[in-house]
């Protein structure tokens, strides 16, 4: 009967659930006071090298450079700790549909972006603001939505990266080295020349930079799939055929 009712078992509860766990954890707290304190240096930074005439949104890589670097630890530690920390067992003893746990989990995890990216935005037309009413700059305020969502792209696929790379590999040290060391080797490809053609094909760029235009939509396309969709559906074979201890 109780097997029952735990198949029965509602998705927010499982969300809520998942929602405690993270933020639950020291190193949660750690990283967001970290991701905090860095964003407000990067804040009143961006005040100072700011160039009179610059589009508002220029400043956005800068302030969120501290987001980008440790958020995806975040996404990487929810996803793996129910196999580091041995918790999986009871976790899927409640919830036997272990797709449920996954989906809530990147679901949780899409919310902290949006609700990081709006901070960022918030951050960053306070920072324009400050700039045009205190000290004068003339500043391009060109927060429209076409360029909102263009400069929001990076900062969901490297988080999706370390979704997908932490549900594929489920070990916490292996998924941050990947993590890390990954877009840095394909980017890096595509300035050697003999495999330059190539490596656009498996680029990571596209989780830094918004839209490069030396690379085709083709490419793109290529990238999310290898890099995104292939490791989350592989992962979530795995995860659904593995014996969990």
Do not use: H
Request: charged letters at 10%; hydrophobic letters at 55%; one cysteine or more.
């Amino acid at each position: 009967m109780q097997n029952v009712k735990n198949k029965n078992l509602k998705f927010v509860n499982v969300l809520k659930s998942e929602f405690i766990k993270l933020t639950g954890k020291n190193l949660f707290k750690i990283i967001t006071l970290i991701i905090f304190s860095l964003t407000i240096v990067t804040f009143v930074v961006s005040l100072y090298i700011f160039k009179d005439g610059s589009s508002s949104l220029s400043m956005l890589p800068l302030i969120s450079n501290p987001t980008i670097v440790f958020l995806g630890v975040l996404f990487i530690v929810l996803v793996t700790e129910e196999y580091s920390s041995g918790t999986g067992l009871i976790t899927y003893t409640f919830v036997p549909n272990r797709n449920k746990v996954i989906f809530a989990k990147l679901i949780l995890l899409l919310c902290i972006y949006a609700i990081v990216m709006s901070i960022l935005f918030a951050l960053t037309f306070a920072s324009s603001l400050i700039l045009k009413t205190i000290y004068g700059y003339n500043v391009n305020f060109d927060f429209e939505l076409v360029s909102i969502v263009k400069m929001s792209f990076p900062l969901m696929f490297n988080l999706l990266f370390a979704f997908s790379i932490a549900i594929l590999v489920k070990q916490i040290s292996v998924a941050l080295v990947l993590y890390y060391v990954l877009p840095i080797v394909t980017i890096v490809a595509t300035t050697i020349q003999p495999i330059a053609s190539f490596a656009k094909w498996i680029s990571l760029d596209f989780i830094i930079y918004t839209f490069p235009s030396n690379f085709s939509i083709y490419q793109r396309i290529s990238s999310i799939i290898l890099w995104i969709l292939l490791p989350i559906i592989i992962g979530l074979y795995r995860n659904n055929n593995m014996d969990i201890q």
